[in-house]
Structure formats: C-alpha cells, structure tokens
C-alpha cells in the first residue's frame, strides 16, 4: 500500500506564524484526511478532504489537495503553543478499506 | 462523543510472552483497527476487522493475530512476544467501510519487550 511522505519532518515557528505541511503520494485516493497527535496520545482527527474538492477550511485550518501534483496541504494559521503537536496524512486508496499514515511533521511553536 | 478504550496504557513484557492488547469502543462502529507506531516510520496498519468475526491482514501481521467476537472488543494478540514488538500500538474505529472512514483512536498501548 502506498505510504503519503510528509514533508517537513520537522517543523519550528513562533506564536502567530502559519504553519504549512505537505504531503504527497503516488497512486489514486478515494480521499485525504489529516490527524493530529499530541505527545504519547492516540491521534485526532482534523479534517477530511475528498478527491473532487480542491480546498476546505475549518477555524484556522486550511487543506488544499491536488490530484494532479498528488500532493496536499495543511496550512494552520495564527500558529499558537497549543498548535505543538506531530500533525499526520493519512490516504484512503480507492478500493482499499483502511486508511495509510505518512510518518507526520513534528510541529513546535514557541511562545 | 464516541470513546475508544485500550486497556493497558504502559505494558512491560519478556521475550515468549503471550501478550493481549484489548481496544473497546462504545459507538457500534463496524471497523476497527490496530496500528503500530514508531519513530520514523509513522503508523503501520497490522490488522483490521470490518465485522464480527472478520478481519483482514494490514501491512505488517505477521507475529500478531486478532480477535473480534463482540462488534465493541477488538483485541490483538502478540502470541510468543519478540523485542522487535516493542512499540506504541493505536487501536482505531470507524463507523463503516463504505464512507469517509474517518478514524477514532484510543491512546495507544506502549509495550516493552525485554
């Protein structure tokens, strides 16, 4: 099964920067979801963008996909310290049941 | 709020153990789950189950094996424990295969393999 690769592994900004991760993959997707993981917990899930959309926004998140790049984008703006945290892609193939993670950007915002 | 329980939070084992790994969920979800996690290499599905009674092999099943007899109780089952098994595991549920699947994790199992 394919695997997103998220990119950059690690990622540190001040209080009130934006935050962008991307992630790209290889072969069709049915649709792209983002997780968010705070320290030893399980993960979060953050938004769902399917393969016929192109953005969605929810508070201060911000998900672009682009099936012709293979690629999309977390953009979290108005970055804050509560926004630390391990943020994840996670790929639903079409005709697979289970979704596959990428191996996530380690986010760090200092205040 | 659908809430996904792991039993054991921290689990210290020996190598040859028999280890059990129990995930419940409280929403009738269908599909459930069972990842591994470790620096690096993201989650890696191990096994999934879609029914009672049905399950189907992720990317990594061999060494692990499941249970599902109650649509909530998922459980994994590590039968002769190996220190290569020592990892965070992430229970999942979601509620059917045919949507959007969007998951529902407990928080995580960390087994330690001696």
């Known amino acids: 099964s394919q695997q997103g690769e998220e990119d950059p592994q690690a990622l540190s900004i001040q209080e009130g920067e934006n935050a962008t991760m991307n992630c790209s993959y290889k072969?069709?997707?049915?649709?792209l979801q983002w997780y968010r993981q705070n320290s030893g917990r399980g993960l979060v899930h953050l938004i769902l963008?399917?393969?016929?959309?192109r953005e969605k926004h929810s508070g201060r998140l911000r998900v672009t996909l682009d099936t012709s790049k293979k690629s999309s984008s977390l953009l979290i703006t108005a970055s804050r310290a509560a926004d630390t945290a391990s943020y994840f892609c996670?790929?639903?193939?079409?005709?697979?049941?289970?979704?596959?993670f990428g191996s996530g950007t380690r986010l760090q915002v200092q205040p | 709020d659908v809430k996904v329980t792991q039993s054991s939070r921290y689990l210290v084992k020996r190598t040859g153990e028999k280890v059990f790994l129990e995930c419940v969920q409280d929403?009738?979800?269908?599909?459930m789950f069972w990842y591994r996690q470790d620096p690096g290499l993201g989650l890696r599905l191990i096994y999934f189950?879609?029914?009672?009674?049905?399950?189907e092999k992720g990317d990594i099943p061999e060494g692990y094996s499941v249970s599902r007899e109650k649509k909530e109780r998922f459980s994994l089952i590590l039968e002769s424990a190996s220190t290569n098994q020592t990892s965070m595991y992430l229970c999942?549920?979601?509620?059917?295969?045919?949507?959007?699947?969007?998951?529902?994790f407990g928080a995580g199992s960390r087994l330690t393999v001696l």
């Open positions: 999942a549920s979601s509620p059917n295969t045919a949507g959007a699947n969007v998951l529902t």
């Open positions: 072969t069709s997707i049915n649709n």
């Open positions: 963008i399917r393969s016929n959309e």
């Open positions: 996670a790929l639903r193939d079409t005709g697979r049941r289970a979704l596959t």
């Open positions: 929403m009738d979800h269908e599909n």
């Open positions: 189950s879609y029914d009672v009674k049905m399950k």
